[in-house]
């Protein structure tokens, strides 16, 4: 064992650069003992070396200069973003230098020539904090159930909408005001319609269903839907039938070498283990051939833990420094991808319908004629000439519902068509 410090690089010094920081500074020596090799971080790339920043950031060891890094053994990237960072992290790649980097967007949209950029540099890219802050799922993903043919991936991947779902089910808050106090928690960015519109969630699918389905997924194979049609009425609505609202991001077989990507609300049954993750924690639920069901579950964000994660990755880039790189297996044929359309699910539906002898037929009606199986309905009534209807479904595929809900809002007995919420897959 050589006792001469590793250099590690660091791109960025905010949230999670200074979590580094913080971590290797507590668990020096066991860090060290896990390495192999004591770990020097420096030189740190800012963009502003004026900035108030924490005590244990050593000023001294700041620059804005890039090509500084270049001159370190191994790189992390946490700054965030696309522009500088994808440049920066192929730079180092070329450059023969490891790279550590928590950066979800460069690895979502980038992943195949990041990937291919380590392998011309020799050497490895390690990216854990992407998706689920501290939560190993990328090696587990990866090295751990390379061997299980994975079937689906339901995953609570945003912590921002999960902390707003939550205040709307617990306290029956309105969405813009859950949206005030995540972001006065620090659970949500001042501009937080990446995850509101679940694009955050998107992202992390992606990567996820890359390693998963060993094929080349990016975000925008995802269908996606935000939780901003949400309102507190439906999800109480749900907790009357024993449900809990999420914003699931799922990646599933769904037969034929096809694979079916969406993120979008839906209603978990409160027994279901995703029911019980709450706040700003996420989860990743795994069905898989050999393993049957898995669920990983932890802080999806904040200094520590994604630095923990940033950690691990670290030590291994230490622990296989100089070896020949080991290699992201990234796969780069694109998936066969099931239309959106063609997607089957269980519906909740919420209609605002008059009050008046033969519209519950008309209704049905048209269901019944987009094969739309209804499997419970519950009236409702709203003042003198209203009344709301619940209407269940059995599943049914997404065109048809989407053809039905149109023509049942032409219905001139129906006011409007309130909210289409999904019900959890079957077999989840
Ligand atoms: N925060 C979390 O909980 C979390 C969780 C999982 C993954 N991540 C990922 O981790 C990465 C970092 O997140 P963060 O929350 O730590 O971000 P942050 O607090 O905003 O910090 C970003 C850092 O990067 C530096 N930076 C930004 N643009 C730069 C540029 N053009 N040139 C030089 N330096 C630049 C900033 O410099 P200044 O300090 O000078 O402004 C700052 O130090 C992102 O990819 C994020 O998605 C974060």
Redesign the pocket.
């Known amino acids: 064992m050589t006792s001469a410090p590793v250099r590690v690089a660091m ?9 580094v920081l913080a971590l290797l500074a507590d668990n020096r020596e066991a860090i060290t003992a896990k390495a192999g090799r004591p770990i020097a971080v420096g030189p ?6 004026e ?1 108030e ?1 924490q005590a244990i950031v050593p000023r001294a060891l ?1 620059t ?1 200069r ?1 090509e500084d890094a270049l001159e370190a053994d191994v790189v992390v ?5 696309t ?3 994808r440049g920066w992290i192929l730079q180092a790649l070329a450059a023969g230098r490891p790279v550590v ?6 690895m979502a949209d980038h992943g195949v020539e990041v990937a291919a950029a380590a392998r011309a540099g020799g050497v490895d890219v390690f990216f854990e ?2 998706v ?2 501290g939560i190993p799922i990328i090696r587990s993903l990866k090295e751990s159930l390379a061997g299980t043919r994975v079937r689906r991936i339901a995953g609570i991947l945003n ?1 921002t909408t999960n902390y707003i779902l939550t205040r709307m089910s617990e306290a029956g808050t309105e969405l813009r005001q859950a949206v005030a106090e995540a972001q006065a928690a620090g659970f949500a960015e001042a501009d937080p319609r990446a995850d509101l519109d679940g694009l955050d969630a998107a992202r992390k699918l992606a990567i996820l269903s890359s390693i998963a389905f060993s094929a080349r997924v990016l975000p925008s194979d995802v269908a996606v839907e935000g939780i901003g049609g949400l309102s507190p009425h439906d999800i109480r609505n749900g907790q009357r039938f024993g449900w809990v609202c999420k914003l699931l991001a799922i990646a599933e077989q769904a037969g034929g070498g096809r694979i079916s990507l969406r993120v979008h609300p839906a209603f978990v049954e409160g027994s279901h283990p995703l029911a019980a993750v709450r706040d700003s924690y996420n989860a990743i639920y795994l069905q898989g051939d050999a393993i049957g069901d898995a669920m990983f579950y932890g802080r ?4 520590l ?2 630095a923990s ?1 940033v950690m691990g990755d670290l030590i291994e880039a230490v622990r296989f420094l100089g070896q020949p790189a080991r290699g992201l297996q990234a796969a780069e044929g694109r998936p066969a991808l099931l239309p959106p359309g063609e997607s089957v699910s269980r519906f909740y539906l919420r209609l605002q319908a008059l009050d008046r002898p033969g519209v519950l037929a008309q209704v049905a009606a048209v269901l019944g004629r987009y094969d739309v199986n209804i499997h419970s309905v519950l009236q409702t009534p709203e003042g003198e000439r209203s009344a709301e209807l619940i209407v269940r479904t059995h599943p049914v595929r997404e065109s048809s519902i989407t053809n039905a809900l149109t023509e049942l809002g032409r219905l001139e007995a129906v006011a409007g068509v309130r909210a289409c919420i999904r019900l959890q897959p079957d077999g989840l």
């Open positions: 791109l960025g010094c905010g949230t999670v650069g200074t979590g740190i790339v800012v963009r502003d070396l900035k920043r700041l804005r890039f990237e946490v700054m965030g973003g522009t500088p960072a980097t928590a950066n979800k967007d460069v904090a992407a689920g802050g912590g999806g964000a904040g200094s833990p994604t994660a």
